[in-house]
């Protein structure tokens, strides 16, 4: 038996896992420290009323044999794949039922497409970026390129000729560093791939927390991305489904390579591998897109805005340079004083008792970068921006 060599070249452990541990050693050093976590975007005010009486519904009809549910379609239920085609039409996006596939969450099925394509394809990733694509192209053995993301292009890295590019990632809004593409800067990257024969793999995972309504919330907005993009998408940050865990991913009927429908080898891979969502989630999922639903992440998500608010306010006093707060969850910040992301990760977190996320964790072009997070409680969000201000 060989094991996957690739996983040698892979970091000992997951970022947030990294963090996680590191946490863990200050609290059990520190047990009277009350640590304030900025680190994981991971949310923090409970689900939509209506999302948990759906849940509670769907798991109530299976105490009885007239409504149980045993194993549903893998690509996932009519009702699911309704609400999430016509969410779409709300800005602007039309999609057949037969492209959405309903998902544990945006994560696994961003690692999971690899499976369609070969591993000689080369990949082009943005530095700073989301880690889980990288490290899922490394346990493959691809040959990975990056575009840097930077103060000069807004951490908003555009396409060049000059690189030859198959399988290309982006982040709309981007994670960690907040920047949105605009739709030319899309439609830019959409003429690219299809003048290069590339796929693009488009995380859209941040889409509820853009606020400015010119800014493009699907790659589908585009035209053309219909025959070079897959597009995943998540509960998790949206309606707060991190601890649920639902997400969709759209896979065009027009997306064809070498005379094979992506479409279809997605629903080959998927029947075989994923035995689909759970009904009660599902259920649960459902009524994040009703009006209600839709009312209430918006309040959700209107409050994490306030804490971005708060902590961007306190960066503009404290004279430290950032970018993103503005139209996604995540602020991405200079290191103060020339430290690195490690140094002001430890900084903070023996200091301040304030856990964030160093920025060189997203890749390279991170070093002397910072992420903070706008999920925590507001009276959180304030006390560790006072607390910022007092060690700097
Ligand atoms: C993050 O903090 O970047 C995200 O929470 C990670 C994730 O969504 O998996």
Redesign the pocket.
Request: aromatic share 10%; charged share 20%; no cysteine.
């Given at each position: 038996m060989r094991i996957n060599e690739n996983y040698k070249n892979l970091k000992e452990s997951y970022l947030?896992s990294e963090i996680a541990a590191r946490v863990e050693k200050f609290k059990s050093e520190n047990p009277d420290k009350k640590i304030i976590r900025m680190?994981?975007?991971?949310v923090t005010l409970p689900l939509p009323q209506v999302v948990v009486e759906a849940g509670k519904k769907a798991f109530e009809e299976q105490a009885f044999s007239e409504t149980f549910h045993g194993y549903g379609p893998e690509q996932g239920y009519d009702f699911l794949r309704e609400a999430i085609r016509d969410y779409y039409k709300t800005f602007g996006v039309s999609l057949h039922m037969d492209e959405i596939f309903v998902s544990d969450?945006?994560?696994s099925d961003v690692g999971n497409v690899l499976d369609l394509f070969d591993k000689d394809n080369t990949v082009l990733i943005p530095n700073p970026v989301?880690p889980?694509y990288f490290d899922t192209n490394v346990m493959n053995g691809r040959k990975i390129i990056f575009a840097e993301g930077n103060k000069e292009n807004n951490f908003l890295p555009m396409p060049s000729d000059e690189v030859k590019a198959d399988i290309i990632y982006l982040c709309s809004p981007n994670?960690?560093t907040g920047a949105v593409y605009t739709k030319e800067q899309l439609e830019a990257w959409v003429k690219y791939a299809l003048k290069n024969g590339s796929i693009i793999l488009f995380d859209s995972?941040y889409e509820a927390f853009i606020q400015d309504e010119k800014l493009p919330r699907s790659i589908f907005s585009i035209e053309g991305a219909e025959k070079c993009a897959i597009e995943f998408c998540?509960l998790?940050?949206t309606a707060g489904f991190?601890g649920v865990r639902c997400g969709y991913t759209v896979v065009p009927e027009a997306l064809e390579f070498e005379g094979m429908s992506l479409r279809k080898m997605w629903l080959r891979r998927q029947t075989t591998k994923f035995n689909g969502v759970s009904y009660p989630v599902q259920r649960a999922a459902q009524a994040v897109f009703s009006k209600e639903g839709i009312e209430q992440c918006r309040k959700n998500i209107a409050y994490y805005m306030e804490n971005a608010k708060i902590i961007t306010a306190t960066m503009d006093k404290l004279n430290i340079s950032y970018v993103g707060g503005e139209n996604s969850p995540y602020v991405w910040l200079k290191c103060p004083g020339g430290m690195t992301s490690w140094e002001f990760f430890d900084k903070l977190l023996s200091e301040a008792a304030v856990v964030g996320?160093p920025g060189s964790g997203f890749g390279t072009a991170g070093e002397g970068y910072f992420?903070l997070?706008a999920f925590s409680s507001k009276e959180a969000a304030k006390e560790a921006m006072e607390r910022l201000e007092k060690i700097f």
């Open positions: 947030f680190g994981i975007g991971d969450g945006a994560k989301y889980v994670n960690p995972a998540s998790s940050k991190t996320t992420r997070t």
